[in-house]
């Protein structure tokens, strides 16, 4: 038994543009010489598209066979079209009748027209028209001829026209549509009885050995096409219905006639139904002797197509067609040159067929491309375009609508970042790209300070570098953007800042982590020259790089020389998250303790030590705490703070000199410090938490008075700031 292997489709040579062209004109040339056959097959078609759910209805709810129920909605689409053509064609022949009345109060009108707007020669030519109109209706061919026109001169055949001449005249006149009626029932007879096995010989003709495309598009095409067709069926149905009732309300003769044609030549795309409120719009001028009837008659069409077509159908359809308005017009004018008002009629299901086959037939895609109303680019490619061309307001508008459907992380991510990748692809770092990459990085900083609103932190403790261009800070940029949301502060800097000449004045002390960030490849030496020169300048930074391009992937951290690699930006967010928890933790144990962080600039604890200062006449008044590092790294400074706390009082020291330590302290000699007095910091429980110290670089008298300001002093702070 061997296994069934589906054929596999030879690859297709692509057409050139002279042999597309020419396959084109031919397929256009057969459509039009066609049109006999052709026209009664597509309508036939179309009509099985619109009648399938309902035979399938019938098969499933009223378990009938196939066939009745075929014949049965064969039947039922029979007798309506019947039921409107009758009711259409009893309601012409009752304006035929009532039209030669109307010619008094038309010829009033355009009397009082001209003689408020005279000298207009249309005015003059619609007097003749309406006159001639009124004799031709009336059968009074002795009538005088309109001003300036003369009496045509009769002409008198002398045939005598028998029965057997009427007969052929007559049955010349309606035979044709009737042939063309019982093709097309027949054709939808046959189409619907026999719509699988029709629809197995398409699949095996197109589908190439695509079978399950082929049957996705043929499905897709005819929920499509029979949604459409019923909606549009509907939405025309209510709108002659509403239109008909309007105008009879209104007093417009025939109402019903004018309803029921709306209902069809709605079918034609954008001026279907204005074609037809014309002749009502005529009428309403005709009747009334004033001008209310019309003014109406034009208002009440205007409401209703107005919002049928602007609030109606696009809840209604949604995607249900899936074709561009442009297209839509194109395909009508194409279709009505082939097969004239038909062509009308039926350009939009057809069209929307087109665009099925080319959104699930990878050989017909350029016509879901030229037809289709999705858009062809993706959201990124949309603002990578927007960007390369300096348009911001576009770019903030498909920002935002993307931020207020699917947030700011996914926007970063799924937009942002590949329009980077798209720059970084299109744009290398040469002189002739750096024009539009300037253009497009402008763009880029209005887009993130309008839909984002970064603030960033000078001197924070996460710095941020873009590793070459432009392109790689804003990049860091977005990175950065993330590291906002997680309440992390963060700097970020150009590349400019680590380049030979700049490097050695980045400001280091407060950072505790520098990533650099690269959206291209080339990155081994600027990662080991930028991690030799920090290191160099503070050992304790730690170094990461930050790798969004797939051509880098064979680089490590210890190749980089760095201390760890990134390959995309959550995971630096992730792992600078994990970082900043003991940091966060160790700051929070530290701000607990007194006089943490306390002191160290233009707070209330520093003026304090400066009035403090003052009123020794000292130059310097500070505290140094016991558990602090950066006093504990230095020994000699530390040894008179515990000097201080082990006496657990007042010590005073001058020249360097004191009997409670062994000769000279290094820490005051070094500093050159001739004068310093320290009192201890006790707390509540009783430790002694540090000293409140006074240092002048001269020498200095101290009392006992001093000694007891000075504890007092140390005892405020205390209850101040302990």
């Known amino acids: 038994m061997t296994e069934y292997m589906p054929p596999v489709a030879p690859p297709r040579r692509r057409l050139n543009t002279f042999e597309s062209l020419a396959t084109f004109a031919i397929m256009a040339v057969l459509l039009y010489l066609g049109a006999g056959i052709f026209v009664p097959l597509v309508l036939a078609i179309l009509l099985a598209f619109a009648l399938n759910p309902l035979v399938s209805w019938m098969n499933k709810r009223l378990h009938l066979p196939d066939p009745v129920a075929v014949i049965l909605a064969v039947l039922l689409a029979v007798a309506a079209l019947a039921a409107f053509v009758f009711t259409a064609g009893t309601q012409i022949a009752n304006l035929v009748q009532e039209l030669p009345g109307y010619r008094s109060v038309m010829e009033a009108k355009i009397a009082g027209l001209q003689e ?95 079978y399950s495309l082929t049957n996705l598009a043929i499905t897709d095409a005819s929920k499509r096409v029979g949604r459409y067709l019923i909606i549009q069926l509907l939405v025309n149905t209510t709108y002659g219905v509403i239109f008909g009732t309007g105008l009879w309300l209104i007093g417009v003769p025939s109402a019903p006639l004018w309803g029921l044609l709306i209902i069809l030549f709605r079918y034609i795309p954008f001026v279907g139904a204005l074609i037809i409120a014309i002749v009502p719009f005529t009428l309403a001028f005709a009747v009334d002797p004033g001008w209310n009837m019309l003014l109406m008659a034009v208002g009440l069409f205007l409401v209703v197509d107005l919002t049928t077509a602007n609030v109606i159908e696009p809840r209604l359809y949604g995607s249900s067609t899936g074709v561009s308005p442009i297209a839509i017009l194109l395909s009508a004018m194409f279709w009505a040159t082939l097969w004239g008002p038909v062509g009308l009629i039926l350009a939009t299901p057809m069209t929307v067929c087109l665009v099925v086959i080319g959104r699930h037939l990878p050989q017909f895609q350029f016509l879901e491309t030229l037809l289709g109303s999705e858009p062809v680019l993706s959201t990124h490619e949309r603002i990578y375009q927007r960007m390369l061309n300096g348009k911001t307001e576009d770019a903030i508008d498909i920002s935002e609508d993307y931020v207020e459907e699917h947030g700011k992380e996914d926007w970063a991510d799924d937009v942002m970042l590949p329009a980077l990748r798209m ?125 969004l391009n797939d051509a880098a992937l064979e680089e490590t951290a210890d190749l980089l020389h760095v201390d760890a690699v990134y390959r995309d930006l959550d995971k630096a967010v992730d792992a600078i998250r994990d970082q900043q928890a003991p940091a966060k933790a160790a700051r929070a144990k530290l701000a607990a303790q007194p006089f943490a962080g306390l002191g160290r600039g233009d707070d209330a604890l520093g003026k304090e030590l400066d009035a403090i200062a003052e009123g020794f006449d000292v130059p310097v008044a500070l505290i140094n705490l016991l558990d602090d590092e950066r006093h504990q790294d230095d020994e000699d400074a530390i040894e008179l703070t515990k000097l201080v706390a082990d006496k657990g009082e007042v010590v005073v020291i001058h020249n360097a000199q004191s009997e409670d330590i062994e000769g000279d302290n290094a820490y005051l000699v070094t500093n050159g410090i001739d004068f310093f007095a320290g009192a201890p910091l006790v707390l509540a429980d009783g430790t002694i938490a540090g000293v409140l110290a006074l240092q002048d670089y001269d020498p200095h008298e101290f009392s006992e008075e001093d000694i007891e300001r000075l504890k007092a002093k140390a005892a405020e702070l205390v209850a101040k700031f302990g």
């Open 116 to 210: 408020q707007f005279g000298g207009l020669t249309w005015l003059d030519q619609l007097t003749g028209m309406v006159s001639s109109l009124g004799d031709g209706l009336n059968g009074n061919p002795d009538a005088p001829p309109p001003p300036g026109q003369i009496r045509p001169i009769p002409v008198t055949i002398s045939n005598d026209i028998g029965p057997l001449a009427v007969i052929t005249s007559v049955m010349g006149s309606i035979v044709g549509p009737i042939a063309t009626a019982a093709i097309v029932t027949v054709f939808l007879i046959f189409l619907l009885l026999g719509r699988s096995d029709m629809q197995e010989r398409f699949i095996r003709l197109v589908s190439a050995g695509r």
């Open 423 to 547: 720059a970084t692809a299109e744009l290398p770092d040469r002189p002739e790209s750096v024009p539009q990459r300037r253009q497009l990085i402008a763009t880029f900083e209005a887009v993130l300070d309008n839909v984002v609103e970064p603030t960033w932190t000078e001197n924070a403790p996460i710095m941020l570098i873009g590793g070459h261009t432009e392109i790689d800070e804003a990049a860091a940029r977005l990175l950065g953007v993330k590291l906002l949301d997680e309440k992390v502060p963060v700097e970020v800097l150009p590349p400019g800042a680590i380049r030979q000449e700049a490097i050695g004045r980045l400001e280091l002390e407060p950072v505790h982590t520098l990533l650099l960030v690269f959206m291209g490849s080339d990155i081994r030496s600027q990662c080991r020259y930028v991690a030799r020169r920090v290191r160099r300048m503070d050992p304790e930074v730690r170094i990461g790089v930050v790798i």
